[in-house]
């Protein structure tokens, strides 16, 4: 490891941000990311962080490997390409896993508070960066063959039933505030994200979105059960989630089809708005992708040689 | 009576009591052993042999120092001190037998020198491992009061016992208080450093902080330390010639026992009521001019009175009562922000071999003087003046030094991101553009254009077979004086991809290659057509392109081929277009495709005009494209600023647009465009909108370094400030009765949510003021759980907000909020010291009875909501009178039930 930036091959740095983060960025977006990245070489059996400890940088590896372990927890590595510490620091707490890299590696480190700022200085890179681990996530836990990834049943209150009744916006508010999606969300925030939400009513058997279209909403089921049909199987969602899981959050034609399997209450926000609110509250892009990282360690955990994107 | 006084809070008796202690000890000792020294030392060797004595003393006590340095590594800095004052108690006591004479009385005089420079650099050096700078700030004020009432004890109990006793009986007194000292401090073993182990810890593998970072602050210190030590030492020696000049041995002793009681009982009320009060009406930068100021003044009077006792003794007066007072708490303060590698690096050293090495020159020169029969208390007096001149600039031009010392000891090294390459850098790019990854290829390709390499990239690239690479390439090697990239890039006209062929098209078509546009014209893709047709009508004379019939066609064309040829011909445009294509694009405009609205908008950019101005406004509303919309008004200039304007300051503007319209100014960047910002923040009725005004002018202040009308600002601070406090008095009663209720978590939240968000308003409005601060790293600070961060951001507050811009009535209260906000107190506490603690409602009902009138509809209606859960006459009463106001509920949704207590 170079203890110094003064030895950081500069051209070699900004060659290896240009290609770690140059899709989620534009020019701008990279000019400051620039400013916060160093290069860092690190030899075998090197740690980069220990369990239990603060999140006080987050590494990207360019080439080599890192390994992440916790006792009673199944390995995770990190090779090129992939993120170390990203995880726990969209959760907002010490690291989980003690990181040390399992051969001679390149990695680039970001201070993690100067990412933060970076993040909420340019939303629209938190935003990409939300919709990117929420593609690659939904495509890993189908690749998975695991339907049940997808499936929730977990009525943690005994949620009042609206019936015919217009849902009031009050109690929007209380229902997005107790979403897992938007926990930790600021009460502001979700007030708007209530205001401008759509409640949409569905009889059994309604599509609520299509793989193969590019719905401009994120939806939420409010009540009732929905049908996930997906390309290799299918899934039931049931209490107050996400109606197609983290499909919802990515960009692009979805891969799933989403009807109701009882009559059933969603609420839809328009992408736009979600990213307007996320620009006005950057508190609720990092409760977002905290969301996205339980998710993320959840695929992580299940997979069966432990390689790793995002750790 | 202390409290009154001095600022020490639960928790902070048992460390104060303890440095305290043995802060009065050490100094009751010190002075015990230093009158005995000095009346021995002058009754047996007289005045003249005070230089020698001096420059003895430096040596040994730099030997000295580095034995105790050795110590300090060894055993740890507490352990350290214990061990070197009980050597100083077993020390002293031995001279109590010891025969008078010239020999013993200087080393006496050595050892006691000794001790004085040892153990008292040690005991603050240990200080700043027990305290953070926040702590210190208020409680070496009473540490170093308690060494006041040590001196003051100990030449009063050396002056009562000189009536009676020996001069060496107040040496085995001496070694008892050097005893009780070891004692207590034996058991203080509260290190800061533990309680900042729970505080996050940074970098891991960030770079430590070099040695050099920070010297040039350091280096200042030093000077101030240097001219201390000197000026010091000459004002010591104009005092002991007059006063031996003056007095018998006996008579002297009981004259330095007297002089060291005034100049100890002055010390400790500078320290008990001075200094605390000068550092909040100063501040630390003020406390360190007074004494070289003091020195100056008693300097230039002894010279001009031939040193006059008066004059000499309100010299070495000032420096014996203020050194260890005033000055001594002003130079922690001012070393506190500085790294401990740069401490260690650079103050022990100086303040153990320095100041020897700096007494050992003064001593020299006095010696040198009175060899030459010079030293002359004039002369000596003259020397002192201009080491005070020297001192007193030195202090008074620390201000900016001091602020970028702690600024940089909150700030995180940045790198540099436009830096230029250097040959190995360089050739590991060029290297890049043979990799078999596309990214690295383009971004070598795009380092290499932004560092002026561009020569660098072969023309062999364009046989590249990834489209993003040959795009990048071709951008780079069109450059004028450059042909190699030709015959190639004619190869690619012949390409199966239409992409490649459109790249070649408008390469070739910049040179004017009419083969090239003729193939252009007749490809079959409407994309690189609409290339040919752009180009064929820019090769030619000015024409009216918008009637031409190719392009007529091209823009009535419908279906995807319509799409992809109107696309590209504005990618065309977008990139060599002039004035002449505005009514193309206008037309394109009003047809309103938003599949072409981004290369729209690109275009407009290249050809503004000012009948776009309506469009791109109203685009504004969309976010798709803001960031092209925002540089296409700035392209049009100064109409589309006063468009924008307009279009703000009316308030039936879509309100989608209008919340983004303050940020599109500020890419303007100009005065005009701040000032017309700062002056809507004082009618702007929208929250969310002045917020984003805020911002704006923010990031107007910090990127183009505009200077905003500070009256303005500072009523935006002001205003944020007080809603902060005004809200954190509201939530008090809320948060200490925790109700599980929805409706009270719900008003919590939104309560807390706002209380965030008025700092946040607060420090956006401090950051425009100072537009060339960090100040969101001080927010950071503050807000943060590191205690040391959030002290060295309050001094750094505390020192920015001494500035004239906040003396006036226009900034009143805004300081005490600001320094506030940093203590480590409890919301209640804080409230109280900032003048907001009678605003805090007694229960809960009050608070809400109080939320429900709130102008902020709401926190009025989540206020409302949780009065309807608690059903109390006074609330139910509240609510009704609300709801027949104004419709409390609205913005909830719900419906008044029309609330009766049965």
Redesign the interface.
């Known amino acids: 490891?170079s203890?110094?930036?003064e030895l950081?091959?500069?051209?070699?740095?900004?060659?290896d941000v240009?290609?770690g983060f140059?899709?989620l960025a534009s020019?701008v977006e990279l000019?400051?990311l620039?400013?916060?990245?160093?290069r860092?070489d690190v030899a075998r059996g090197q740690l980069?962080?220990t369990r239990g400890?603060?999140v006080?940088?987050l590494f990207q590896v360019v080439a080599g490997r890192v390994e992440l372990q916790a006792p009673d927890a199944p390995l995770w590595h990190v090779e090129d390409g992939g993120a170390v510490g990203l995880l726990d620091f969209a959760l907002g707490r010490s690291h989980a896993r003690t990181a040390t890299a399992a051969a001679p590696s390149q990695l680039l480190?970001l201070?993690a508070?100067?990412y933060r700022?970076y993040l909420e200085d340019n939303y629209e890179v938190g935003h990409r960066i939300l919709s990117q681990l929420s593609n690659r996530i939904t495509a890993a836990m189908i690749a998975s063959r695991d339907s049940t990834l997808f499936a929730t049943s977990d009525l943690t209150h005994q949620e009042r039933s609206f019936g015919d009744v217009e849902i009031?916006?009050?109690e929007?508010?209380?229902i997005l505030?107790r979403m897992p999606v938007f926990r930790g969300t600021?009460?502001?925030?979700l007030?708007k994200l209530a205001q401008n939400a759509v409640e949409r009513r569905y009889s059994v058997g309604d599509v609520i979105t299509e793989a193969g279209t590019s719905p401009d909403v994120v939806s939420l089921l409010v009540e009732g059960t929905v049908e996930l049909v997906l390309p290799n199987g299918r899934a039931r969602r049931e209490g107050r989630h996400l109606v197609a899981h983290l499909e919802e959050l990515a960009t692009g034609p979805r891969s799933i089809t989403a009807s109701a399997a009882t009559d059933t209450i969603v609420l839809q926000l328009e992408r736009?708005d979600l990213?307007?609110r996320i620009e006005?509250h950057f508190d609720l892009c990092m409760t977002l992708l905290a969301y996205v990282a339980g998710e993320q360690i959840r695929v992580n955990n299940a997979s069966s040689d432990g390689r790793c994107r995002v750790a | 009576m202390a409290e009154a006084v001095f600022d020490v809070r639960r928790g902070e008796y048992a460390r104060v009591v303890r440095a305290g202690g043995a802060m009065f000890a050490i100094l009751a000792g010190f002075t015990l052993s230093e009158t005995a020294r000095d009346s021995l030392f002058l009754g047996a060797n007289g005045a003249g042999k005070l230089a020698t004595a001096y420059l003895l003393l430096a040596g040994i006590a730099a030997l000295a120092v580095a034995a105790n340095a050795w110590l300090v590594r060894r055993v740890g800095r507490r352990a350290a001190l214990v061990i070197t004052l009980l050597l100083a108690a077993i020390g002293t006591a031995l001279f109590y037998p010891a025969q008078r004479g010239p020999t013993i009385a200087l080393v006496l005089y050595l050892w006691t020198g000794l001790i004085g420079t040892v153990v008292v650099i040690q005991f603050w050096l240990l200080a700043g491992t027990r305290f953070t700078s926040a702590e210190a700030k208020r409680l070496y004020g009473p540490i170093a009061a308690s060494g006041a009432v040590g001196t003051l004890f100990g030449a009063v109990t050396a002056w009562a016992l000189l009536r009676a006793l020996e001069i060496e009986t107040l040496l085995l007194v001496a070694a008892g208080f050097y005893v009780i000292a070891a004692a207590l401090l034996a058991r203080d073993n509260d290190s800061v450093e533990s309680r900042l182990r729970g505080a996050q810890i940074k970098r891991r593998f960030a770079v430590a902080p070099s040695k050099l970072r920070g010297q040039g602050y350091a280096a200042r210190l030093a000077v101030l330390t240097v001219c201390a030590t000197a000026a010091a030492l000459l004002a010591d020696y104009l005092l002991k010639s007059a006063a031996a000049a003056a007095y018998r041995t006996d008579d002297l002793a009981r004259f330095i026992a007297r002089y060291n009681g005034t100049v100890a009982a002055l010390s400790l009320v500078f320290q008990v009521v001075g200094t605390a009060w000068l550092v909040r009406k100063i501040g630390v930068l003020g406390m360190i001019v007074v004494l070289p100021i003091l020195m100056l003044v008693g300097g230039a009077a002894s010279a001009v009175t031939a040193g006059s006792f008066i004059a000499v003794c309100f010299t070495k007066g000032s420096d014996a009562s203020l050194r260890y007072s005033v000055t001594r708490v002003a130079t922690e303060l001012l070393w506190m922000p500085v790294a401990e590698n740069v401490r260690l690096g650079v103050r022990e050293p100086l303040e153990s071999v320095g100041t020897r090495l700096v007494q050992a020159i003064t001593a020299a020169m006095l010696l040198a003087l009175v060899a030459l029969h010079l030293a002359h208390a004039t002369v000596v007096a003259a020397i002192l003046t201009g080491i005070a001149v020297v001192w007193t600039l030195t202090a008074a031009r620390l201000r900016s030094r001091y602020l970028a010392q702690l600024r940089s000891s909150l700030g995180r090294k940045a790198f540099d991101s436009n830096h230029e390459l250097d040959g190995e850098a360089a050739a590991t790019v060029v290297d890049a553009l043979s990799s078999d990854d596309d990214r690295r290829v383009i971004a070598a390709i795009q380092i290499l254009v932004a560092r002026g390499h561009a020569r660098s990239i072969p023309a062999m690239l364009l046989r590249h077979d990834s489209i993003d690479v040959l795009t990048a390439t071709l951008a780079a090697l069109t450059t004028p004086g450059r042909t190699d990239w030709i015959p190639l890039t004619r190869k690619l006209l012949k390409s199966s991809d239409p992409r490649a062929r459109t790249l070649a098209l408008r390469a070739l078509g910049r040179i004017g290659d009419h083969t090239a546009i003729f193939d252009g014209l007749c490809d079959d893709d409407p994309g690189v057509s609409a290339h040919g047709v752009f180009w064929s009508l820019q090769s030619t004379e000015p024409v009216a392109v918008q009637d031409n019939p190719a392009v007529v066609r091209l823009l009535a064309e419908a279906g995807p081929r319509g799409t992809t040829g109107r696309r590209e011909l504005l990618n065309a445009i977008r990139s060599d277009g002039d004035q002449r294509w505005a009514d193309v694009l206008l037309v394109l405009a009003f047809a309103g495709d938003d599949e072409t609205f981004e290369p729209l908008v690109h275009a407009i950019e290249h050809v503004p005009d000012e009948r776009f101005i309506p469009f791109l406004i109203t685009r504004l509303g969309t976010r798709g494209g803001r960031a092209r919309v925002h540089a296409a008004l700035v392209a049009i200039g100064d109409s589309a600023l006063t468009a924008l304007e307009l279009a703000f300051a009316d308030l039936d503007t879509a309100p989608r647009v209008r919340l983004h319209i303050p940020s599109a100014i500020a890419v303007f960047g100009t005065p005009r465009a701040a000032h017309g910002l700062a002056t809507s923040l004082s009618n702007e009725p929208s929250g969310a909108v002045r917020h984003r005004v805020l911002r704006a002018i923010a990031r107007i202040a910090t990127r183009d370094e505009v200077i905003v009308d500070a009256s303005l600002l500072l009523a935006e601070l002001r205003l944020h400030l007080h809603e902060h406090a005004r809200l954190l008095a509201l939530e008090l009663p809320l948060i200490a009765e925790l109700d599980a209720r929805e409706s009270a978590v719900l008003l919590r939240g939104l309560l807390r949510d706002y209380i965030s968000q008025a700092l946040d308003r607060a420090f956006l409005a401090l950051q425009a003021l100072h537009p060339r601060e960090d100040i969101r790293e001080i927010q950071r600070a503050i807000k943060g759980d590191d205690p040391r961060a959030r002290a060295h951001a309050t001094e750094f507050l505390d020192t920015l907000t001494r500035a004239r811009l906040y003396a006036g009535p226009r900034a009143e209260g805004i300081r005490a909020q600001l320094l506030v906000l940093g203590e480590d107190l409890d919301a209640r506490e804080r409230l109280t010291r900032s003048g907001w603690g009678d605003r805090i409602p007694p229960s809960v009902a009050a608070a809400v009875t109080q939320l429900i009138r709130d102008p902020d509809t709401l926190l009025a209606a989540c206020a409302g909501y949780f009065a309807l859960d608690l059903r109390t006459p006074e609330l139910v009463r509240a609510v009704d009178e609300a709801v027949g106001e104004r419709p409390l509920f609205a913005p909830l949704g719900i419906a008044h039930p029309g609330l009766r207590v049965a």
């Open positions: 490891m203890p110094d930036p950081d091959d500069a051209g070699r740095r900004e060659l240009r290609v140059g899709l020019e000019e400051s620039l400013s916060i990245v160093r860092v980069l962080h400890q603060p006080a940088s480190e201070d508070a100067d700022d009031p916006l009050v929007r508010l209380i505030s600021s009460m502001q925030a007030a736009e990213i307007d006005e």
